[in-house]
């Protein structure tokens, strides 16, 4: 996720910008860059890593205007650079462009403009190309060019833009990327959210999808795509700083919970064609390669491994090609057998994880293919694979992953449904009903989201205090059932451990004592009456049974002392859902434990160290 931010006035915009982008690095960023109007020319700062970098370049510079934009850039297209880096110029560096989103038909404008205009592009970022496109349009009308450019793009995008012949301009659109204006005395300001203007100003506007907003120093103009102006009420704003960088969330790791349902969507649309088939934009496996597969490897860490056990249960079932999950850390230290015919998948929200890299390099040594599932782009996973599956999951803040979960399980079945079509494992049909199964997912977590949250939230302040957790399941809850421990472990420091529902009696019940709280996930139809017998199982050791089951399948309540209904959908997609109540509960336990839930105790976000 970008961050956008102008201003246009009386005082010196390059010292408000650069303090604007500051209050966003909460976001998470690989570059940042600054453009002004100066004399009527466009001045232009921008360059590769934190903002301290691109306040060491422009140095003493006081790039002295009233109008500018700034951004700092979460790499979606082109790794990070200065030159990719925002802003963007138009050839003769009159425009000057930032943006936040995806130009989905972006390659097709880039070859018109080369075509019908000459034009020499500079980076590798779709952003550029809209720079390109309004400085085509541009005939001293700024309004006009920009909703001519933006008539002509698809995707989601927000951008703000200047122009040199137009020093006290600047122009704004948004579609399905935040943007709000904010209103001074004597300025006017541009943003992605809130806490980039919190210092300057309470009174905002909402921009609307399609809307274009002008802001001049004494006015903010909205218009609709019919180019009519549009009335707007005014936001107070009451939110202080902290709570705006979590849109009002009390931590990020709940406001990263509800983005799930949106990280899905854009991480399964944005990897389908116009005709409903998997887009595999930067995959160069080729059909044979797929075809010759005779092993796969799943390599991570933690909650990436733990998107690994699910991996291997949907990709064995759907490609019918065995497959070994692993935690890097053991993987590189027992001489895997690997091969040129094996495929070997790393996991890894960061991108940057050592053990994850290391396995990887041990991997390619040996002679095999590598595929990467990473969040960050341009991160050292990611350079160092041969093919990247990016989860379009957004920066994810909190220490504890969830978004990066869910895609990244999104991912593995993409990467199954792909594999199995190309290996004839599976036909048209199936595959079509699979994708129209997962199309489903992101309401029916909203749903899940809507019913549970305040369910979970109660249960949790009768059961915070259990000493020892069990989390159990079969088949693909087994997977699950890892990752919901995980989550209660890492952030409220309760000792809780999962084991496969089957495998308890051969041991680990001794531990079972009278009050012993257990999970237990009973989502797949066929092992549901096995999972009743393990439910009878530990309640008759007097455990205290909080179950997870599908909504209809209420025979589980006479064995449990709670149930959470997720939404009915296939058996091979219930992960998708299931583990959401799991990260919730885990969530409001550790706030009634008063633990620090964003960032936990003796953890990192990411473990660049072995
Ligand atoms: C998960 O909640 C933890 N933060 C941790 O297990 C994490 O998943 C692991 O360190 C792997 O990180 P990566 O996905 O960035 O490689």
């Known amino acids: 996720m970008c961050g956008i931010v102008g201003y246009v006035g009386r005082e010196n915009a390059r010292e408000i910008i650069i303090d604007g982008l500051k209050r966003l690095e909460y976001r998470g960023y690989d570059s940042a860059g600054i453009a002004v109007v100066q004399n009527g020319?466009?001045?232009?700062?921008?360059?590769?890593?934190?903002?301290?970098?691109?306040?060491?370049?422009?140095?003493?510079?006081?790039?002295?205007?009233?109008?500018?934009?700034?951004?700092?850039?979460?790499?979606?297209?082109?790794?990070?650079?200065?030159?990719?880096?925002?802003?963007?110029?138009n050839g003769d560096g009159t425009i000057a462009v930032v943006h936040n989103g995806i130009i989905e038909n972006y390659v097709e404008l880039k070859e018109m403009l080369v075509r019908d205009h000459g034009v020499v592009f500079r980076s590798e970022t779709d952003t550029e190309v809209i720079a390109h496109l309004i400085g085509v349009h541009y005939n001293g009308d700024l309004e006009n060019a920009v909703y001519e450019a933006v008539s002509e793009m698809r995707g989601a995008y927000a951008i703000s833009v200047i122009a040199a012949a137009e020093p006290e301009k600047i122009v704004a659109v948004r579609k399905d990327a935040p943007l709000i204006a904010g209103l001074g005395q004597?300025?006017?300001?541009?943003?992605?959210?809130?806490?980039?203007?919190?210092?300057?100003?309470?009174?905002?506007?909402?921009?609307?999808?399609?809307?274009?907003?002008?802001?001049?120093?004494?006015?903010?103009?909205?218009?609709?795509?019919?180019?009519?102006?549009?009335?707007?009420?005014?936001?107070?704003?009451?939110?202080?700083?902290?709570?705006?960088?979590?849109?009002?969330?009390?931590?990020?790791?709940?406001?990263?919970?509800?983005?799930?349902?949106?990280?899905?969507?854009?991480?399964?649309?944005?990897?389908?064609?116009?005709?409903?088939?998997?887009?595999?934009?930067?995959?160069?496996?080729?059909?044979?390669?797929?075809?010759?597969?005779?092993?796969?490897?799943?390599?991570?860490?933690?909650?990436?491994?733990?998107?690994?056990?699910?991996?291997?249960?949907?990709?064995?079932?759907?490609?019918?090609?065995?497959?070994?999950?692993?935690?890097?850390?053991?993987?590189?230290?027992?001489?895997?057998?690997?091969?040129?015919?094996?495929?070997?998948i790393a996991i890894s929200q960061s991108g940057e994880t050592l053990d994850t890299l290391a396995a990887l390099r041990e991997a390619k040594r040996k002679g095999a293919r590598v595929l990467s599932v990473v969040n960050v782009v341009g991160s050292s996973v990611a350079r160092e694979s041969d093919d990247v599956f990016y989860t379009w999951a957004g920066p994810e803040i909190a220490v504890a992953s969830t978004k990066a979960y869910t895609t990244q399980l999104m991912c593995m079945y993409l990467i199954g449904l792909h594999m199995g079509y190309v290996r004839g494992t599976i036909n048209r049909e199936y595959y079509d009903q699979f994708i129209a199964d997962l199309m489903t997912i992101p309401d029916k977590l909203k749903d899940c989201l809507a019913k549970n949250a305040g369910i979970i939230e109660g249960l949790s302040k009768m059961l915070y205090n259990k000493?020892?957790?069990?989390?159990?399941?079969?088949?693909?809850?087994?997977?699950?059932?890892?990752?919901?421990?995980?989550?209660?472990?890492?952030?409220?420091?309760?000792?809780?451990?999962?084991?496969?529902?089957?495998?308890?009696?051969?041991?680990?019940?001794?531990?079972?004592?009278?009050?012993?709280?257990?999970?237990?996930?009973?989502t797949q139809d066929f092992l549901y009456e096995k999972m009743l017998s393990n439910i009878q199982e530990v309640k008759a050791r007097g455990a205290h049974v909080l179950s997870i089951a599908k909504e209809g399948n209420t025979a589980i309540e006479a064995h449990s002392n709670e149930v959470i209904y997720i939404p009915a959908c296939r058996d091979e997609i219930t992960p998708l859902l299931s583990v959401v109540p799991l990260q919730l509960f885990a969530y409001y336990v550790a706030k009634e434990r008063g633990c620090n839930i964003d960032k936990p105790k003796n953890l990192a976000k990411s473990v660049t160290v072995e």
């Open 186 to 344: 004597g300025c006017n300001f541009i943003a992605s959210d809130i806490p980039a203007l919190l210092k300057y100003v309470k009174e905002i506007y909402l921009i609307e999808n399609n809307e274009m907003v002008v802001l001049t120093p004494d006015s903010v103009k909205i218009y609709d795509e019919n180019r009519q102006e549009v009335h707007r009420d005014v936001f107070h704003v009451t939110w202080d700083a902290d709570a705006a960088e979590k849109e009002g969330y009390d931590h990020f790791m709940l406001k990263e919970i509800y983005e799930q349902p949106k990280g899905l969507y854009e991480t399964l649309t944005r990897r389908l064609n116009e005709d409903g088939t998997i887009k595999l934009d930067g995959i160069s496996m080729t059909k044979e390669e797929i075809e010759g597969f005779t092993k796969i490897y799943i390599v991570a860490c933690g909650t990436a491994y733990h998107a690994g056990l699910v991996g291997k249960y949907i990709i064995e079932k759907l490609a019918k090609v065995p497959v070994e999950v692993d935690v890097a850390s053991e993987f590189r230290y027992r001489d895997p057998f690997v091969d040129d015919k094996t495929l070997f």
């Open 41 to 89: 020319k466009i001045l232009l700062r921008k360059h590769v890593g934190g903002i301290a970098n691109l306040e060491n370049l422009i140095g003493d510079d006081p790039m002295t205007s009233g109008t500018g934009i700034g951004h700092t850039r979460w790499a979606t297209h082109g790794a990070p650079s200065d030159l990719n880096a925002h802003p963007h110029l």
């Open 467 to 522: 000493e020892q957790v069990f989390f159990i399941g079969r088949g693909l809850d087994s997977s699950v059932s890892y990752e919901g421990s995980l989550k209660l472990k890492e952030i409220s420091y309760i000792n809780s451990f999962a084991i496969a529902a089957g495998e308890l009696k051969h041991g680990t019940i001794a531990l079972m004592e009278p009050g012993t709280l257990v999970v237990t996930l009973a």
